[in-house]
């Protein structure tokens, strides 16, 4: 159990550290943009570990600074990717300020002084509730965990601190990147907190999955798997540290939700939580040194906080390109797949912004669909000693999950549109990615407001001796916004929307799913710190999978709650659903749906045809993603039953048959309907053949 401290000798403590905070906050340069005292945060003590621990944001306006209607932004759009269509949206006064390298130095230009707001709140943080929360958590005989996830707290309250007064500033397509070098923070991650010999121990403990990636960056990034199964039992399928190390030397491996599998990254990933008030998930990346090309250029979802581990990494990162440019291409993907960006085309049509390497307790901030691109080359001029040169790369990559989970203003809007049975006449698109086509074709202002994530106090939670006034404020706050640029997208779908009650009802809906995935990934993670807890206990006597009980490894363990997080999103689904006649006449029963359509003999699917029915090229899928389910897109099929499936955000996988799920029953007509149709693609001589050949079938 973690240690919650109570009572009055508590009170004391926290007093005697809130004065020395203040003392020493008074000694710090001031700012006028973020003031300390609208940025201070209140952290109350739970009786259970268990219950919400999460920092107060006080309120904010989620609009931002204002001044006679005109919206402050920082713009890091180059002039080179802007077009006559930006000049159609007037009310917005963009600036040029932006990230700036000059000789090889990387800082932000003293316009804004985010870097300075960053810092300034993270070491007032570091002081007070990143101590607090790190002693709560994690128990006291694990100093080293203890200050790692103090650090991680600080460094993820101050980003979102700075950019909760004005959403522009640091995250989503509003944003800009950040580079905190380990000389800029109050205190570091310890040396070695996680290193390879963890990895390797967590590989022999527990049964792992990790992917490598492509090395290419002529071509989109594409990732495989790295298990080499060796026979039909669990103990040949594990992937093994060998598996590892020989797919390092291919390219980065990558494991994909790291901090629900390994127990000691498990309580970073809850500070993570408890300080952005976001669902989130920890990829861990590990290359080998020397690697020219470690990530080819490429775009991602989320919002990321970058950790360092060991060994260096060089980033380049850029400004977004001007999604007009691409509309077919989903700009959260670039670079994926079968989208191609090269470097080359990255310095001739957008703007570099942060070329910086990484070492060891080095923190970088990447907003979402910012390109970058990264190697382990070093320069003969960097001031790295040799054996630093040569040891791999290890880095944490934290995500900010809000379009994952549809907290943007353009999920909001479709799920309006749902509700009310409307079609989406405006922004439909023919590949069911909501990313793509006519919505990159906006005006470029309008486009990177419909492509926001909902602010960050968004799923918090008021004090327990508060009302509910701040949350109400939120969602009005939300609501206004959503209303106003769907207006502005398109004033007839916006007109058909009744009654106008669906828009604040659809806000209240996602903000109910928001926290019930908030709370899954909390007790995931919990539920992982307490496995750690007990391997400690054990001792040695369980470091190999193999002598530990068969519920306790991490692929059990955390198949619960990816199940949950599918019925949660299948309960919205159905909500925005519930008026839609032709939606519940055709998929309210896919079962009987299925029976309703025959095969080639005659007899009707069977029940399990999601998991067993042969899949082809374009089918639209659900795939397993980390143990979640997700929409993908059928690439091709492989061999033994496998196929390689398309994600929503550009990521290539190969998975067996029974970890892809049909969305849809297939429909297979009887070989005597005279209405069948010929299959897609067919050249005028294949065509007139195949008629030929359904004539005499019908004789």
């Not at 290419?216 to 669990?234: A, C, E, L």
Request: charged share 20%; with cysteine.
């Amino acid at each position: 159990m973690a240690i919650i401290r109570k009572g009055w000798y508590s009170n004391i403590i926290i007093l005697i550290v809130f004065v020395i905070g203040s003392a020493f906050l008074q000694q710090q340069p001031h700012n006028s943009l973020v003031g300390t005292a609208n940025a201070f945060l209140v952290v109350t003590n739970n009786n259970s570990r268990q219950s919400h621990h999460r920092r107060r944001h006080r309120h904010r306006s989620i609009i931002g600074d204002t001044n006679n209607g005109v919206i402050r932004r920082i713009s890091l759009y180059s002039s080179s990717s802007t077009d006559s269509t930006t000049a159609t949206t007037t009310n917005i006064e963009e600036s040029s300020e932006a990230v700036v390298v000059v000789d090889g130095d990387v800082d932000v230009d003293d316009g804004g002084g985010v870097k300075q707001d960053v810092l300034k709140e993270l070491k007032r943080c570091w002081l007070e509730e990143g101590a607090t929360w790190a002693r709560d958590f994690v128990d006291a005989d694990m100093e080293d965990e203890q200050e790692a996830c103090r650090m991680l707290y600080s460094i993820f309250s101050s980003l979102s601190s700075s950019s909760s007064s004005n959403e522009s500033l640091l995250l989503g397509v509003n944003g800009q990147p950040l580079y905190l070098s380990v000389s800029d923070l109050p205190s570091s991650i310890p040396k070695g907190y996680f290193s390879c010999q963890d990895l390797k121990l967590a590989t022999q403990q527990d049964f792992l999955d990790a992917q490598r990636g492509s090395t290419d960056n002529r071509k989109g990034w594409q990732v495989y798997g790295v298990s080499n199964p060796k026979g039909s039992s669990m103990e040949d399928a594990r992937m093994s540290w060998e598996d590892v190390c020989g797919a390092m030397e291919k390219g980065t491996v990558i494991f994909n939700s790291a901090g629900a599998h390994i127990p000691k990254l498990a309580s970073l990933c809850l500070a993570c939580c408890d300080a952005t008030n976001l669902p989130n998930a920890v990829n861990l990346y590990l290359t080998k040194a020397q690697q020219r090309t470690s990530a080819p250029p490429h775009t991602d979802r989320q919002d990321v906080v970058v950790v360092q581990m060991t060994g260096t990494k060089r980033w380049r990162v850029y400004a977004p390109p001007n999604p007009h440019h691409k509309p077919q291409s989903d700009p959260f993907a670039r670079g994926k797949m079968d989208d191609s960006l090269p470097l080359h085309t990255l310095s001739t049509e957008t703007t570099l912004l942060l070329d910086v390497t990484l070492t060891a307790g080095d923190i970088l901030f990447v907003p979402a669909g910012f390109p970058h691109t990264t190697d382990t080359i070093l320069p003969t001029t960097t001031n790295t000693n040799t054996n630093n040169k040569e040891e791999a790369s290890l880095h944490l990559t934290f995500n900010l999950d809000s379009h994952v989970w549809d907290l943007d203003y353009l999920n909001l809007r479709n799920y309006a549109l749902l509700r009310a049975n409307v079609p989406d006449t405006a922004l439909q698109t023919s590949n069911g990615n909501k990313y793509t086509g006519p919505v990159n074709q906006l005006p470029l202002q309008l486009w990177q407001d419909v492509m926001q994530h909902l602010p960050l106090s968004f799923l918090l939670l008021p004090d327990h001796d508060d009302t509910d006034t701040d949350t109400d404020v939120v969602v009005q706050e939300v609501t206004e916004q959503v209303k106003r640029l769907s207006q502005q997208i398109d004033s007839a779908t916006y007109d058909a929307v009744e009654p106008s009650s669906i828009w604040t009802e659809t806000v209240q809906r996602v903000r109910q799913q928001g926290l019930e995935l908030l709370d899954v990934h909390r007790d995931m993670y919990l539920a992982a710190m307490d496995e750690g807890r007990l391997r400690r206990t054990e001792g040695t006597n369980h470091n190999n999978a193999r002598a530990m009980d068969m519920q306790r490894l991490s692929i059990f363990r955390v198949d619960k709650y990816y199940k949950q997080v599918d019925v949660y999103k299948q309960q919205l689904m159905d909500w925005a659903n519930a008026n839609n006649n032709n939606n519940n006449n055709n998929n309210n029963d896919a079962n009987q749906l299925a029976a309703d359509t025959t095969t080639t003999t005659g007899s009707s699917l069977p029940d399990d045809w999601p998991t067993t029915h042969p899949l082809v090229s374009g089918d639209a899928v659900e795939a397993d993603l980390g143990g979640a389910m997700f929409p993908a897109t059928v690439t091709s099929p492989m061999n033994n039953n496998n196929y390689k499936v398309t994600f929503f955000d550009g990521d290539v996988d190969i998975l067996p048959r029974d970890m892809i799920r049909l969305v849809t029953p297939p429909k297979i007509t009887n070989d005597n309907d005279d209405d069948e149709q010929p299959p897609p693609g067919l050249t005028k001589k294949e065509l007139k053949r195949w008629r030929k050949k359904m004539e005499k079938k019908k004789r």
